[in-house]
């Protein structure tokens, strides 16, 4: 199993699109790019501001064949192969294995409701077929299903099981995450809501995933820098600056905000597949507000 210690701010990398909806592997790349070079500690693709619920088999393989190609080893490769079936889990997550990514994201499988009996067989059995990191991916909010801390536990005996991203805004949850695994040093848990990353790097925690990084790298991968160099105020005081940001995600799904954000800084990374790409008129404003207020504030 390759050896990566799970840590820092990873960006949730945007797939770029065409105007027909094509992905465009050209702009994939220069954002894979951006984001090393604002600073990032790691990519994952094809996550929720991936739009991985709406791409094709072939285009996640493809995704991850240019992500894992553009960032040459600069920093390691999270890739998301969460399905809903553990047959086509597996056989995603072998592909990942084979194109070069370093540890897989696996979110909770959708759609049909899961016992946390067949949660945990569900996890237990891609761990056992592929040799490969996993951080679990709890995110309550899109999946029907929350990870409780007990199968958290229980998975963490697994030795390649060695984190958990929990998005479901829920602190308490992710205390209860970062207690019942704390016996295993090599154990991350890291943040899937931006506004706890700081407290969760405070609560023994080890940084988070962080759909902001999309729109100020380099302003989230400092969080985790300030943090690790000791200057909690100044830490505290980036946490806080994103707030503002956050606050336009009432207009629309938080991955539409983001792309739509991110497009605003003059990056051609195209919609959100429809039908998940409507963001109204207040909004985009709203989002033009906050993006001119905050780099008159150097975030970036």
Known sequence: MKNVEIKGIIAPLLTPMNADETINEKE???QVSHKIEKG???VFPLGTNGEAYALSLEEKIRVIEV???????????YAGTGCISTKDTIELSKKAKEIGAD???IVTPWYAAASQDEIYSHFKEVAEAVDLPIVLYNIPARTGKTITPETVEKLSKIPNIVGVKDSSGDFENMLKYIEKTRYRKDFAVL???????LWCLLAGGRGGIAGCANVFPSTMASIYDTFVAGDLEKAREIQDSIRSFRDCFKFG????IVKTAVSLLGFPVGKCRKPFCQVPEAGVEAIKKVLEANAAKGMK
């Open 67 to 77: 992500v894992v190609d553009e960032v040459k080893g600069r920093v390691p490769v």
């Open 191 to 197: 943040s899937g809501n931006d506004s706890l990353i």
């Open 28 to 30: 994939l790349r220069n």
């Open 253 to 256: 799904n938080p991955n539409t």
């Open 40 to 42: 990032i500690h790691g």
């Open 103 to 105: 540890v897989l994201s």
